[in-house]
């Protein structure tokens, strides 16, 4: 294994040359193109060195070890620095090996110390045998951070595409990363379980649940992707994601972590562990990514011949979810305060009917919820329509913090009072010069069901029936309707 000052002097080198390819990002004075095949046969040679290291490390020879790596750090570092002065030298393509080395190190020395991992050694391998639970960790590190037996912190390398998407989380999508942790803390009880049984970081998890939805449940894409984690129906088929009782389960948080777990897994089997390139198969296809790698799956994402060929949106994607997942790890390090919330979970059983829209309303700001609590509710109840009334009787999913709160406000009072004189408000219908006078139903007719349709919003179209009706109608329970299903409806004369 390498000692503490290797590890030290892997790390400073890998600070200065992640430095040095940041400045070659600046363009610089033209020098001919033969000096760019020099640079790139220095790169070359200094990656082979850096593997003569690690191997010699394995074998023993730790004096020789540090020799050879020397000379290979030295000589990187060297050659990345004259690439930002050399005309149509492609930084990219030192990131790329940059990037291949620290997975030959992660892999290769995964039980020598590392002064900078997100956990301690100990701990971390505590919490591979199960012996130490997520939650026992501080606040900023309570997810295991290893992927496979690999360090996260390492995997994710941080280049230039990564940065700037760090500023951009911190900047004009701060809003929907501190969206996305609430919502995502108060189903945590809910989506983390199949994450930590897969062996998979929870930082991923988050991150990849913050790009897609922002941790709205019910989101759905232009695409038709939808859910929390975003499948399509296809691919939610492949993993299990199907129609229960009408109700479409990539809606389900817990199901749908289960099923991006699984994915996830299959993925990193395919590529290797490479992570970079299992999250771009998540956004782009693994087909697509799978034809552009090839055989050679330690290929880095950022590697020319892959990243060049991606859609931007790919491009995009991939050093955002680490991003989102970098920040979730290490929020104080980056200026960033996540708020702290009490995530307990619990239930009420309702005392008197009431829509998830009317219990918002009766709940106002309790608990500190400045925003209200729509959003959390829908989320744990993902089977319910929000418009809907409940029966008395009915138990709800909700923070355990709620739960005096429902009791002396939602119960008795003015508050739901008001709540069902506001939900049940009728909007009036103008009527167009042609259009006609309502009118009794007659007969009936197909209809196909398109993205945002409720029941509410059809029977308003009709203006001749109601939402239960339909439902009896169609046999429909939970009020629940899938894109493309073929409902009856009445005939409106």
């Known amino acids: 294994?390498?000692?503490?000052?290797?590890?030290?002097?892997?790390?400073?080198?890998?600070?200065?040359?992640?430095?040095?390819?940041?400045?070659a990002c600046a363009s610089g004075p033209a020098k001919p193109s033969a000096q760019v095949g020099a640079l790139y046969g220095e790169l070359d040679v200094a990656s082979k060195g850096y593997e003569t290291a690690l191997q010699q490390s394995r074998e023993g020879d730790l004096q020789a070890s540090q020799e050879t790596l020397t000379r290979s750090l030295d000589r990187l570092k060297d050659a990345s620095a004259r690439c930002g002065n050399t005309a149509g030298c492609d930084p990219q393509r030192f990131f790329s090996t940059f990037d291949h080395l620290l997975r030959l190190k992660d892999g290769d020395f995964g039980g020598a110390q590392d002064l900078d991992s997100d956990v301690d050694p100990a701990q971390a391998a505590q919490a591979i045998a199960g012996k130490t639970g997520a939650t026992s960790l501080p606040q900023a590190q309570r997810s295991v951070t290893l992927l496979h037996g690999q360090k996260l912190?390492?995997?994710?390398?941080?280049?230039?595409?990564?940065?700037?998407?760090?500023?951009?989380?911190?900047?004009?999508?701060?809003?929907?990363?501190?969206?996305?942790?609430?919502?995502?803390?108060?189903?945590?009880y809910q989506m983390w379980p199949a994450y930590e049984k897969a062996d998979l970081p929870e930082a991923l998890l988050f991150g990849i649940m913050a790009k897609e939805s922002g941790g709205k449940v019910h989101a759905v894409?232009?695409?038709?992707?939808?859910?929390?984690?975003?499948?399509?129906?296809?691919?939610?088929?492949?993993?299990?994601?199907?129609?229960?009782?009408?109700?479409?389960?990539?809606?389900?948080?817990?199901?749908?972590a289960r099923a991006n777990a699984e994915y996830m897994n299959e993925q990193l089997r395919i590529f290797n562990?490479?992570?970079?390139?299992?999250?771009?198969a998540y956004n782009g296809g693994e087909g697509r990514i799978r034809r552009l790698v090839g055989d050679d799956t330690s290929v880095s994402f950022y590697d020319p011949r892959i990243y060049n060929e991606l859609s931007?949106?790919?491009?995009?994607?991939?050093?955002?979810?680490?991003?989102?997942a970098w920040l979730f790890q290490h929020p104080d390090s980056y200026n960033l305060r996540f708020p702290r919330l009490d995530v307990v979970p619990g239930t009420i059983t309702l005392k008197r009917p009431a829509s998830l829209s009317e219990l918002t309303v009766c709940l106002g700001s309790a608990g500190g919820m400045s925003d209200g609590w729509f959003r959390t509710l829908r989320n744990l109840n993902p089977r319910l329509d929000p418009q809907v009334s409940q029966p008395a009787g009915t138990v709800l999913q909700l923070p355990k913090v709620l739960e005096r709160s429902y009791a002396s406000r939602c119960v008795e009072g003015p508050w739901p009072i008001l709540a069902s004189d506001l939900h049940k408000a009728v909007i009036p219908v103008v009527a167009t010069p042609m259009a006609k006078a309502p009118a009794k139903s007659r007969g009936t007719k197909n209809y196909r069901v398109r993205r945002g349709d409720t029941l509410i919003s059809i029977v308003r179209k009709l203006q001749c029936s109601s939402v239960q009706e339909i439902a009896e109608m169609n046999g429909i329970r939970h009020q629940h309707l899938r894109i493309g299903q073929q409902l009856k409806l009445p005939v409106c004369r």
């Not at 294994?1 to 400045?23: E, Q």
């Not at 931007?312 to 989102?324: G, K, S």
Request: hydrophobic share 45%; aromatic share 10%; glycine share 6%.
């Open 273 to 280: 562990d490479n992570l970079e390139l299992t999250i771009a």
């Open 1 to 23: 294994m390498l000692s503490c000052s290797v590890m030290r002097s892997i790390r400073l080198a890998s600070i200065a040359v992640a430095a040095s390819l940041l400045g």
């Open 312 to 324: 931007q949106e790919t491009r995009d994607y991939v050093p955002a979810v680490l991003a989102a």
């Open 153 to 188: 912190s390492q995997l994710i390398a941080m280049n230039g595409p990564v940065k700037a998407a760090l500023e951009m989380w911190l900047t004009q999508w701060r809003p929907q990363l501190m969206d996305a942790y609430v919502n995502y803390q108060y189903m945590r």
């Open 221 to 256: 894409s232009r695409s038709g992707a939808a859910g929390p984690l975003q499948f399509m129906y296809a691919t939610g088929m492949r993993f299990g994601l199907v129609s229960d009782d009408g109700f479409d389960t990539r809606f389900d948080p817990a199901a749908s």
